[in-house]
């Protein structure tokens, strides 16, 4: 009826500001909607903010840093009875399979005590070459800082744990992050107390590029990086390569030290299959990891010291 | 003036829970996330549900927002995700319950439709920015599946301990 009436009437301000007024009541009477939508978009330009944040600064702001911290504080108590009470049905199962382990293990450690001569030997060596050359850091060189695992995300999609150092302890973002068998992750979001690390087995866009290399029987060297995780057979995939030639299955996967992240020689593990890629041009690496990225209790931080 | 223990009981057991999903995470990954299944435990879900059921507790949709974003800030570094999913199960659940006289069987229903939502919402949400590319029929299989059977089991496991909880301390 109003549009019928501003349609005969001539053009008075007056009457369109009342069509107006009326459009824009009937339109925000609901408030509950507009609830709704301002809520949506303020999570929407956080989601936004906070990934920005994520790839962009080397730590968080200072007031998610101290949310985060005070979080860590109060998980430490909620955290330690919990691995705890894991550690202690471990041990259990430990003990039901000590004999077949104690068997197996006793013939490797006769080989063992003479590689850790032969270590020890070469390290020396190594040491004095360096000294001679005036090499003072090479790429091979880093501090270790061992942390324990405060908790996971408990989520399908974010493949991240929670580890008990920060800042304060010298953990810098991007930094590479050890179990003891071998390479599990990197450091995402460094808080005073506590950081943040995104395991290899995460399937974020912007994850898994570490910078790696296989050494292969023949001592060549072939050049790559972590591009990807396949979760259905539990393999690395290792893109980007060099040169196709001369690996076999076995042959053992280290980082390079490329790329500026992590330092030279962290064990990932070893090649599973090599096969062509989608378009037959270059070959990707299946990598079977070392590390078992479910069984983390503690974990070693490399910090390059260049 | 009288003043509920409730006022201090429902924080407490509310930031316990969220924290206990990430250690419950941690110390049994090895079984919650394997290549054919991922659980994603959801007791600070059960708390809230249980409290909007049984309980008489002030200033709900503030803790519940606060508990999101202590998740988000914590366990994911993404903010503005479980910050808008906590309190909109919250309202959800008040919504439902409404209609219904409470039983076992009716708050087990909502309960589950409340974790279907928070799963699917937050599976959308990692698709969107790129955390994850798995197909909706591969995220039914992997994780809603198993996430709805292991909330059902703890649910069942704790449904009248914490009736009886919230109904002793909300008097």
């Known amino acids: 009826m109003r549009g019928w009436d501003l349609v005969v009437q001539p053009f008075s301000y007056d009457a369109a500001f009342v069509f107006m007024e009326e459009i824009m009541q009937r339109f925000f009477f609901n408030k509950r909607l507009i609830i709704v939508l301002v809520v949506l978009i303020i999570s929407f330009v956080l989601v936004a903010f906070s990934i920005t944040v994520r790839n962009n600064k080397a730590t968080p702001p200072l007031v998610q840093q101290v949310g985060n911290d005070a979080a860590g504080m109060a998980d430490r108590v909620i955290a330690y009875p919990a691995n705890g009470l894991k550690s202690a049905m471990g041990s259990f199962s430990d003990l039901m399979n000590t004999y077949s382990e104690n068997q197996r293990l006793k013939s490797q450690v006769d080989s063992l005590a003479s590689e850790k001569v032969k270590d020890q030997t070469l390290k020396r060596e190594n040491k004095k070459l360096k000294e001679q050359l005036k090499l003072n850091k090479t790429l091979t060189d880093y501090e270790k800082i061992s942390a324990s695992v405060l908790t996971r995300s408990p989520s399908a999609w974010q493949n991240q744990v929670v580890i008990s150092k920060g800042s304060l302890s010298g953990i810098k973002k991007n930094a590479a992050v050890m179990s003891k068998k071998g390479l599990v992750g990197r450091i995402t979001e460094v808080n005073k107390t506590n950081s943040k690390v995104e395991l290899l087995s995460t399937t974020n866009d912007s994850a898994n590029r570490f910078a790696t290399q296989v050494m292969t029987k023949n001592n060549k060297v072939v050049n790559g990086l972590i591009t990807g995780y396949n979760a259905t057979s539990n393999y690395l995939v290792m893109g980007q390569i060099t040169v196709k030639t001369g690996m076999e299955k076995g042959d053992k996967v280290i980082t390079s030290g490329l790329g500026g992240n992590s330092p030279k020689g962290l064990y990932v593990g070893t090649v599973a299959k090599v096969e062509e890629d989608d378009y037959g041009l270059a070959s990707k690496v299946y990598v079977k990891p070392a590390a078992d990225f479910t069984d983390l209790d503690v974990v070693t931080v490399a910090k390059r010291v260049d | ?171």
């Open chain 2, 1 to 171: 003036m009288r003043i509920s223990r409730m006022r201090y009981f429902f924080p407490l057991g509310l930031f316990v829970a969220l924290f206990l999903d990430g250690a419950l995470s941690q110390a049994f990954a090895g079984a919650m996330f394997t290549s054919t299944l991922a659980i994603e435990s959801r007791l600070v879900l059960l708390w809230i549900v249980m409290a909007v059921c049984f309980g008489k507790i002030d200033h709900i949709l503030v803790w519940s927002i606060l508990a999101g974003l202590v998740f988000d800030l914590y366990y994911t570094g993404i903010i503005g995700v479980f910050v808008v999913i906590l309190p909109l199960i919250m309202y959800l659940t008040k919504l439902m319950y409404r209609f219904f006289t409470p039983s076992f069987i009716v708050v087990l229903l909502i309960y589950l439709i409340d974790v279907t939502v928070a799963t699917v919402m937050f599976y959308w949400i990692n698709l969107l920015i790129g955390f994850t590319n798995v197909s909706m029929a591969g995220f039914i299989g992997l994780s809603l599946g198993s996430t709805l059977a292991y909330n059902l089991a703890v649910f069942v496991l704790l449904y009248f301990p914490l009736q009886r909880f919230f109904e002793s301390f909300s008097k």
